[in-house]
């Protein structure tokens, strides 16, 4: 495809139930990102992979968040137990190579947790 | 631990002005910075990226400069039109690693 791919664009759960959200990056982008843009928070790094191995979990706002990415390519964000503080947008990139270049976002997933 | 400002948080022009984006960032130990457009309900799209050895890079009717050892990047926009209205978003990834630290935005209204 021509751009980074995001689905859902809309989810909306109960709270303590578990969501994926699942990212195409751009085809032959090694490098993928996934953010969070909250309203009071703004935008937040979450995680990023190089390849199918994530180095920098740091950004993780607990251990209900994981995220896997298999074949170098699609990427998938869960959440287990969702709370209310969850209800954001998260955001998706890719870039060429890791750090050098560019990040092309997605249109993101916006969550809702009722 | 890097923090980035933007200044103003909202800004409201006539079309045709040129205007600055102004953005700070306390860690000077960058490894480049970029800008970015939101529009309302949609991701985000990459305007400029400067590395760390750069001064400015320009595109079209935008001219970022970074200024790395004051910590400070401003976007001019020449000649601005309605279709430049959104926020704009600034954002550094550091040495260490290459996660985007991003400032809060300034919200642009070019007026017609």
């Known amino acids: 495809g021509a751009g980074v791919s995001q689905s859902p664009s809309n989810k909306v759960t109960e709270k303590g139930k578990d969501v994926e959200l699942r990212c195409d990056p751009i085809?032959?982008?090694?490098?993928l990102y996934w953010y969070r843009q909250s309203l009071g928070q703004g935008l937040e790094f979450l995680i990023y992979?190089?390849?199918?191995?994530?180095?920098?979990k740091s950004g993780l706002p607990s251990d209900r968040f994981s995220a896997e990415r298999t074949g170098g390519s699609v990427s998938t964000l869960t959440i287990q137990r969702t709370q209310q503080e969850d209800s954001a947008v998260y955001l998706c990139?890719?870039?060429?190579?890791?750090?050098?270049?560019?990040?092309?976002f997605g249109p993101g997933t916006r969550l809702t947790v009722l | 631990k890097q923090e980035v400002t933007q200044i103003p948080a909202a800004l409201s022009v006539p079309e045709g002005e040129n205007l600055v984006l102004n953005c700070s960032f306390t860690?000077?130990?960058?490894?480049?910075l970029q800008w970015f457009r939101q529009d309302p309900g949609k991701g985000l799209t990459s305007l400029l990226l400067?590395?760390?050895?750069?001064r400015e890079q320009t595109s079209g009717r935008l001219n970022a400069s970074l200024d790395k050892s004051s910590g400070r990047s401003t976007l001019y926009i020449a000649a601005s039109q309605p279709g430049d209205s959104a926020t704009y978003l600034c954002?550094?990834?550091?040495?260490?690693?290459?996660?985007?630290?991003f400032g809060s935005g300034t919200r642009l209204l070019v007026r017609p």
């Open positions: 990139a890719s870039s060429l190579a890791l750090g050098a270049d560019t990040q092309y």
């Open positions: 400067i590395q760390s050895s750069q």
């Open positions: 085809s032959g982008h090694t490098a």
């Open positions: 954002a550094v990834s550091m040495d260490s690693s290459y996660k985007l630290i």
């Open positions: 860690d000077s130990a960058i490894y480049n």
């Open positions: 992979f190089q390849g199918n191995s994530a180095p920098d």
